[in-house]
């Protein structure tokens, strides 16, 4: 069988993949991310979740595993995430009211990761998912209840900013190709954020998307968002073949997922060259992916379970091929 070609061979801009720790030490599995990307994003190991102790220490062992991986194979690392709604662990929500002690705790961790991982890390989500699902709004957490959503942003970012200047720091997050009334919400509030002089570097739309989504939305989506002029990165994407709509046979939505993964490729590609920061996919192979757990038949990625190349994979493949020869 003719190897695949390595898709960053083929990408003229960063192509990356989310990665666990564990899978990493699996050679048939860290070699095919190394053959294929040049940036990885810890799926969750970098996050609160993992990180914070309850006693309020900090572990870095996975994701100093993750980094060092990148490092050895020549990769970029990609910082997901600081906050987030849906992180609040123990070891923050036990800190007493007083907004010093909070404020000081938080610009702590943020400069205790942040810094960990100066020089290696392209970026960071600063603030993950802040818009409501239905868009009328910001989201309450335990960081918009201690500091405001205005101060938690600006803690965030600021501090994130003075640990590593270099890092392109974004707020991030998902279903805008869906749901107008986010997406309006999501734009409205990186233009306050630019007003209120927050550091903001780029801006992340994850791409979760299903094959029953309409061809379109993700090219409208990223035309929308570049029009700050800033860095995209099109953070997280996946395909379900089993979500939303009525479900087409395994062949067809294999062959609609194909359409929106080339279709994702084509819209990001288009972009300014300065606009295109990352284009990033959530998992290697369809047995890695978070949506197994929801629906064991979901077949979302770019490789099927042994790590084979799909249909999707040449679509992304053609795509790359046809930009790049569009020079
Ligand atoms: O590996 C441990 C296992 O040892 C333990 O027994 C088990 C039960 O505690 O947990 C396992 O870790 C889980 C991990 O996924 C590994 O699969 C964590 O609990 C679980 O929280 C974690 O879920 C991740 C989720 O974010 C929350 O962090 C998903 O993998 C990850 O795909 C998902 O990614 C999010 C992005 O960060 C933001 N955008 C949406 C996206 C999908 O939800």
Redesign the pocket.
């Known amino acids: 069988m003719i190897a695949e070609p390595p898709l960053k061979s083929l990408a003229p801009f960063r192509i990356g993949t989310?990665v666990?720790a564990?899978e990493l030490t699996e050679p048939a599995y860290g070699d095919l991310v190394a053959r294929h990307f040049s940036q990885i994003t810890a799926?969750?190991e970098m996050?609160m979740?993992y990180v914070v102790q309850p006693d309020g220490s900090f572990r870095f062992d996975r994701a100093d595993a993750i980094a060092g991986f990148a490092q050895r194979r020549g990769l970029k690392l990609f910082g997901?995430?600081l906050l987030?709604y849906?992180?609040e662990p123990e070891g923050f929500a036990r800190l007493d009211e007083t907004r010093q002690s909070f404020e000081g705790a938080l610009r702590n961790y943020v400069t205790a990761m942040v810094s960990r991982y100066r020089g290696l890390a392209t970026g960071w989500d600063v603030v993950?998912?802040p818009v409501m699902e239905n868009g009328e709004g910001l989201r309450e957490s335990l960081w918009t209840r201690k500091l405001g959503q205005t101060g938690h942003f600006k803690v965030a970012f600021e501090a994130a900013k003075a640990a590593d200047p270099a890092a392109v720091l974004f707020v991030?997050d998902?279903h805008l190709e869906s749901r107008p009334a986010k997406l309006a919400a999501y734009m409205r509030l990186i233009e306050q954020l630019l007003k209120d002089g927050v550091p903001l570097g780029g801006i992340g739309c994850?791409t979760?998307c299903w094959s029953e989504m309409a061809p379109g939305a993700i090219t409208a989506t990223l035309k929308a968002l570049a029009g700050f002029g800033l860095p995209i990165h099109l953070s997280?994407m996946d395909v379900s073949t089993v979500q939303g709509g009525m479900l087409a046979s395994r062949a067809e939505a294999e062959q609609r997922q194909a359409r929106l993964y080339a279709e994702a490729v084509e819209a990001f590609a288009a972009l300014p060259e300065r606009q295109q920061f990352a284009f990033t996919v959530?998992?290697l192979r369809d047995r890695d992916s978070?949506l197994k757990r929801e629906n064991a038949s979901d077949r979302p990625l770019l490789f099927d379970d042994a790590g084979r190349p799909k249909p999707a994979f040449s679509a992304v493949v053609n795509a790359l091929r046809r930009r790049g020869s569009a020079g």
Request: charged share 25%; proline share 0%.
């Open positions: 989310a666990r564990a799926e969750w996050k979740e997901h995430t987030w849906a992180n993950n998912e991030n998902y994850q979760h997280e959530w998992g978070w």
